[in-house]
């Protein structure tokens, strides 16, 4: 297995792929609001530019954190577009399964799990289970690439959270990172 993965640690040279991050935040740098919620910070043509990024990409990544907090249909709804598979990164399997992610059957989902969490079969026939090892950070953000290359998701979107956008920053795999600055100033509460 190790060498397998190894082949794969750069599957994006050929020029063919991409790999974006995806922040928004207001003026204070905040990406969601003490509860931890984000819906409110970027506006409407940020919204519709976000979906335009979507619909370019293979797939979306997104961590947990964001799934708790945002439950995101992570689709292309307001633009014309094929959905992105929808890539959700939960170490612990600590999410439920009725989230809309996992139920509302509008794009293919691939939930990633630890190898020794315990996690409900999907309900829906479009998510997978997918375990992979976790590292003291979590999924190490190569492994991530690498599964998803394998799978010809080549074009990747890492839209959420804060942690999840920093890991695969610090790992160095993104090609770009792309921040909007809403104007508005959220504190520290």
């Known amino acids: 297995m190790e060498t397998d993965l ?8 050929d020029g063919l792929g991409w790999i974006v991050g995806q922040l928004g935040q207001s003026l204070d740098g905040r ?9 409110y910070i970027n506006g409407p043509s940020d919204i519709e530019r976000l979906h335009r990024l979507r619909a370019l990409a293979d797939a979306v990544v997104v961590g947990a954190g964001t799934v708790t907090h945002d439950d995101p249909q992570l689709t292309v709804r307001r633009v014309r577009g094929d959905n992105p598979v929808r890539v959700v990164l939960d170490p612990r399997a600590r999410l ?10 509008q794009a293919e989902t691939i939930h990633v ?3 020794e969490a315990s996690v409900a079969s999907p309900s829906s026939g479009q998510v997978a289970v997918l375990r992979m090892h976790v590292g003291g950070d979590g999924f190490d953000p190569h492994d991530i690439i690498a599964m998803l290359a394998g799978r010809g998701l080549l074009r990747v979107l890492v839209e959420g959270g804060g942690l999840t956008v920093s890991r695969f920053l610090a790992a160095g795999v993104l090609d770009r990172l792309h921040i909007s600055v809403a104007p508005l100033l959220m504190g520290s509460g």
Not at 6 to 13: C, F, I, K, S, T
Not at 96 to 105: E, I, K, P, S, Y
């Open 96 to 105: 439920d399964a009725g989230l809309g992610v996992f139920r509302d059957g």
């Open 31 to 39: 990406i969601a609001t003490v509860a931890g919620h984000s819906h």
């Open 113 to 115: 799990v630890g190898e």
């Open 6 to 13: 190894d082949a794969l640690r750069h599957p994006l040279e």
